[in-house]
Nanobody, 125 residues
């Protein structure tokens, strides 16, 4: 089993920054893909970013490109999401996700096996 624990959420004004962290524990040797999703009230969970933990190849949703950066601790199953130039539409619950094996090109909820409990991000305008 794999456990994911997120931290770093909070409230910030538009234009500000936050950094989210996600630490994986348990049987993590098979995990080669980790990512971040978010869900706003009344909306579906959507992909934000993901990274192949072997190649470090990243993916970003169009809505966050050039503002968010996903990174990892080398050799660890810990990923970060640096969020800059935050907008009110970035508000939501942010979830860390992990997948056994490598990343699929399609980044969606169905392609991930493990989920964290979520951390709230609120951006006020």
């Amino acid at each position: 089993q794999v456990q994911l624990v997120e931290s770093g959420g909070g409230s910030v004004q538009a234009g500000g920054s936050l950094r989210l962290s996600c630490a994986a524990s348990g049987f993590t040797s098979s995990i080669n893909c980790m990512g971040w999703f978010r869900q706003a009230p009344g909306k579906e969970r959507e992909a934000v970013a993901r990274i192949n933990t072997v190649s470090r190849s990243p993916y970003y949703a169009d809505s966050v490109k050039a503002r968010f950066i996903i990174s990892q601790d080398y050799g660890k199953k810990t990923v970060y999401l640096q969020m800059n130039s935050l907008k009110s539409e970035d508000t939501g619950m942010y979830y860390c996700a992990a997948r056994r094996g490598g990343c699929y090109s399609a980044v969606n909820v169905a392609n991930f096996d493990y989920w964290g409990q979520g951390t709230q991000v609120t951006v006020s305008s």
